[in-house]
Nanobody
Framework: QVHLVESGGGSVQAGGSLRLSCSVP????????VAWFRQPPGGKREQVAS????????YHGASVKGRFTISLDKAKSTVYLQMNTLKPEDTALYYC???????????????????????WGQGTQVTVSS
């Protein structure tokens, strides 16, 4: 089990920006994908973005596409989630997760099941005021 650590959460007004960071051993990680999930108060956990460890192929959920960007820096062993033009509905606990054992299709990091991610961070709170 690999322990992931998120940072960068906080409170911001609507329209503002935040950048979340996730420390993960990209070079040696025994999996293929890193993803960001979020869980709003009283809501379900959902994927917001994912990226391939191998080549940087990235995917973004429809609700955040054009506003959020996932990226990775192998040299710093860090995955980022840049969040721009934040909205109140973006308020949630954000989790970094890593996993996906099998490369079974070309878009192998797209919309994988929750239980395919087997290493998780503790979560970092993002609160966007109206």
């Amino acid at each position: 089990q690999v322990h992931l650590v998120e940072s960068g959460g906080g409170s911001v007004q609507a329209g503002g920006s935040l950048r979340l960071s996730c420390s993960v051993p990209i070079a040696t990680y025994p999996g293929n994908c890193v993803a960001w999930f979020r869980q709003p108060p009283g809501g379900k956990r959902e994927q917001v973005a994912s990226i391939s460890i191998h080549g940087g192929t990235a995917y973004h959920g429809a609700s955040v596409k054009g506003r959020f960007t996932i990226s990775l820096d192998k040299a710093k062993s860090t995955v980022y989630l840049q969040m721009n033009t934040l909205k109140p509905e973006d308020t949630a606990l954000y989790y970094c997760a890593a996993g996906v054992r099998y490369i079974d299709r070309d878009d192998f990091c797209l919309d994988r099941a929750l239980d395919e991610y087997y290493d998780w961070g503790q979560g970092t709170q993002v609160t966007v005021s109206s």
